[in-house]
């Protein structure tokens, strides 16, 4: 049975409002369905509601049935298990997406913008796949093998129709940190350039690469690998772990982790980043050797050894890159000016490597200038091989990063353009293609892979309509693979390194729009400074973590110091708004309005009590010891004899004036519209504040509270036991609670 409980004018507190004013109450009725029990009737709720007239609003809570969790599970269970023709043919569809939309492809509507902008990814692709292997720490055919099983995988898998996914800076140099790691771990010597000449093609027997060998036992059998082979056996390894993480996030549903990094957090990674990627690549761009470095620290150290080897620069190389970063950053800026005039981006990498191939061969700077060139590319593919198991677990924990990295960066794009061309993708299925992205071509010498902003910006804007332009790009590859790898024998690798530099303008431009950055949020700024200076300055995986952690931490701090304000009451309406922030705002006689915004819970006790205080200028704990501690020594004085008391006042005289203090108003109102949860001790302070007012004859009135918060406050037995005063302390505006407080009389022994 249900209880309707309505409280019109004859309500003894509103007997002494205006007589055209007439109040009612808002009732909320809930029940409670105990497990294994009838269903029982919840205590009345009650909250109320001015109205001008003397009509009753009733608001009655839904009843919300208790969940057996366990049969839930259960049931899901025998779902997810059972294998039905339908249910099997719904599991490959959604696996594969192709499934889906290729059937329906309108081939005269797609195939033009397809092709187009496959081609000119595909274009693209083939100079940043040769030159990001300097980031990878590995020969240019395993980036191209990279980008080629990239985009034929997620062609398959992929729910975005426009992102491109393939060899990224970002990722590349995250690789090659672990496998320049790894390499010294192993006794190898970094600063060993290998011999032009791969001899039959074969990186499986290159053991005359560097003068260590590594020894490695591979299934029962001992066999001797070489810098190439080892560092291409690490980078595969750590590929397929980081797959394997992305293929459990999948399963297990963990793409939430994705929300922990913020756009300042991503931005700062990626422009710290960057600066590391820069820094690696000035070496090549003057041709200087020097030493590696490699943990923590790099970026400087890096900078140290480059000036303290100037000298030793190449001019060759020096007027080589001068002359490329010249070409590409003026065909760069007359492309982003006149975009909307061209039908497609220019292909300067392409043009620039080929002129500047045709100038290595012809004019011989390797041989009269020692100016490094790249050497032989070998055609075709290498035998496929399996990940080395010993080395998977040498770079576990390295994989981790990698892994959210490139599952965060694919699906950050692959959402930015479903929102932008109006169709949805799923997040879930993302992360299984982008881990089968690394999964599959792991066994084929190929390392990890992520969608690429450039590339999907370039792919957009070519015309694209399906990933079957992504099919056109590997073909390119491939052709490349195949046939014109050697071609590529004399390209010079500052042309390489001019290459990644001017690839990383967007991401530099971020300093840019840090003044702008600072005028829209402060903090945000503060995670982005932090985020790139701890990745530039320490370590690529340091800085992302330091981002995370400290993004957390200012998300924390200020819920544990958030806004706290005493509100006053917008003239002639029943509106109250911060007294500091706005003008012509009048306060209520005898009556405080507290708003604290934020949740109230254990992290932020200490500053809702301090705050309530400090504005309200009244800490009731002080004033109770006031008070007992004056009441004691009136004590004592009349037991001395006297017709006065201390305060010179007669004896009939100290009822009403215990304490020289005086307080100005007799109701506290709290604003709870900010506070969207208590937990257990935010209720306990809420408990407490109400005691501790209420020693003093002030009265504690809450408004605004949500739903969740009044249940918490009902569990913590903040009402009492049976709810019969909830109508005197529960209100569903500040403005009801302050006419309530205006129509309560004053106690006879209050202070006030």
Known sequence: ????????????????????????????????????????????????????????????????????????MLAKLRKSCSCTPKKL????????PVLRWLPKYQCKEYIWGDVMSGLVIGIILVPQAIAYSLLAGLKPIYSLYTSFFANIIYFLMGTSRHVSVGIFSLISLM?????DRELLLAGFDLNDDAPPALGDGSLQNDSQSNTTAFNLTI????????????????????????????????????????????????????????????????????????????GHGMLVITWINIFRNISQANLCDVITSAICIVVLVTAKELGDRYKHKLKFPLPTELVVIVVATLVSHYGKLNEVYASSVSGAIPTGFIPPKVPHFNLMLRVAVDALPLAIVSFVFTVSLSEMCAKKYAYTIRANQEMFAVGFCNIIPSFFHSFATSAALAKTLVKTSTGCQTQVSGVISAMVVLLVLLFLAPLFYSLQKCVLACIIIVSLRGALRKFRDVPARYHVNKVDTLVWVVTMSASALISTEIGLLVGIVFSILCIIVRTQRPRTALLGQIQDTSFYEDDLEYENLSSVPKVKIFRFEAPLYYANRNYFLKSLYRLTNLDPNLEAARRKKYEKKEKQHLKKGGDTTANGLGIGDTTLQLVPKQI??????????????????????????????????????????????????????????????????LFYSIHNAVQFAKDQKLPADCSV
């Open 1 to 72: 049975m249900q209880i309707e409980q309505c409280l019109t004018e004859d309500f003894h507190s509103f007997q002494r409002a205006k007589p055209e004013q007439h109040s009612c109450q808002k009732a909320i009725q809930e029940n409670i369905h105990e497990v294994g029990t009838e269903t029982m009737e919840r205590p009345l709720e009650a909250t109320r509601m001015e109205n001008s007239t003397s009509s009753c609003f009733l608001l009655e809570r839904k009843t919300h049935v208790k969940i057996n969790r366990k049969e839930v």
């Open 89 to 96: 043919k719904n599991f490959v569809m959604d696996f594969l």
């Open 175 to 179: 690789v090659g940190q672990v496998v």
């Open 219 to 294: 299934t029962g059998m001992n066999a001797e690998c070489g810098k190439e082979c080892y560092a291409i056996g690490i980078a595969t390894a750590l590929t397929f772990v980081a797959g394997v993480y992305q293929v459990l996030m999948g399963i297990f549903r963990l793409g939430f982790v994705s929300m922990y990094l913020s756009e300042s957090v991503l931005d700062g990674f990626a422009t710290g980043a960057s600066l590391t990627i820069l820094t690696a690549q000035v070496k090549y761009l003057i041709g200087i050797k020097i030493p590696r470095s490699q």
């Open 664 to 729: 100005d108003f007799q109701a506290l109102v709290v604003d709870c519209s900010s506070i969207s949860f208590l937990d257990t001790t935010g209720v306990n302070t809420l408990k407490e504040i109400l005691k501790d007012y209420k020693d003093l004859n002030i009265s504690v009135l809450l408004a605004c509270c949500n739903p969740s918060v009044i249940d918490s406050l009902k569990r913590g037995g903040y009402f009492g036991t049976d709810f019969g005063s909830m109508q005197e302390m």
